[in-house]
């Protein structure tokens, strides 16, 4: 197993690349191999930040415009992708987002799809707590103090996500949200472009895997 440092917003984590084909790796010096995995590392981390960068401004811009939407008037919302309104603008491949209450209840639901799901309690999600709690992680230089990052199997559908989530900005008194958050298929992540024989794994600085190249 060899293994590359990478910095990932302000907490280490580790991108191991494995390399499954024998034959391929007996080809290759020790430094040839270095190398290679710290080029591969080094894309890997640069699409996944500029991804991620793209979905948090979305989340933030959707945010704004539902803090400044009346109570009487917020609702769930389908087909994003042809409203001309709500149509994202910096980052389109999500599948839902949604405001959560400090209880850890869904409220209103927005999807780019043509049907909804149904709210859900969230309440056990990292993506939700690690805001409540303040724990979560920062990327100040791009003006985001508190995010997080989970991966996750939908508890309406199965399907398995990453899930980002940021403080949310809505102070409606009547149902005030805490969190909003976002499902999404971080192509970064789940559909990287690999040289044949690698593979990865996103380790966080405790030795868990968020995700990995076999899904």
């Known amino acids: ?20 084909d024998m034959f391929q790796y007996k080809k290759y010096s020790d430094q040839d191999i270095q190398k290679n995995l710290k080029s591969v590392s080094k ?22 415009i539902y803090a400044q939407t009346p109570v009487s008037r917020k609702a769930n919302q389908i087909n994003l992708l042809s409203d001309s309104v709500l ?24 999807t780019v799809k043509s049907q909804n799901t149904s709210p859900i309690d969230v309440n ?11 724990s979560g992680w920062s990327w100040k230089d791009k003006g985001f103090d508190l995010f997080f990052l989970e991966s996750i199997y939908s508890l309406n559908t ?20 805490e969190v909003i958050a976002m499902t999404t298929e971080l ?18 600085a405790d030795g868990e895997v968020l995700f990995h190249s076999d899904k």
């Open 187 to 204: 192509g970064a992540i789940f559909d990287p472009v690999l040289s044949h024989g690698y593979k990865f794994a996103l380790i966080n």
């Open 124 to 134: 056990s999600r990292k993506y939700y707590s690690k805001i409540q709690d303040k």
């Open 43 to 64: 894309t890997l981390e640069t699409h996944l930040k500029k991804e991620m960068l793209n979905a948090l401004t979305q989340l933030k811009i959707y945010d704004s």
């Open 1 to 20: 197993i060899i293994m590359c440092m990478i910095s990932l917003f302000t907490i280490t984590c580790l991108v191991s690349l494995l390399t499954l």
């Open 158 to 177: 199965g399907k398995s996500y990453a899930a980002l989530s940021l403080p949310s900005i809505d102070k409606n008194f009547e149902q005030k949200s």
């Open 87 to 110: 149509e994202p603008t910096t980052y389109r491949d999500f599948d839902f987002i949604f405001w959560i209450t400090e209880s850890g209840m869904q409220t209103n639901k927005w």
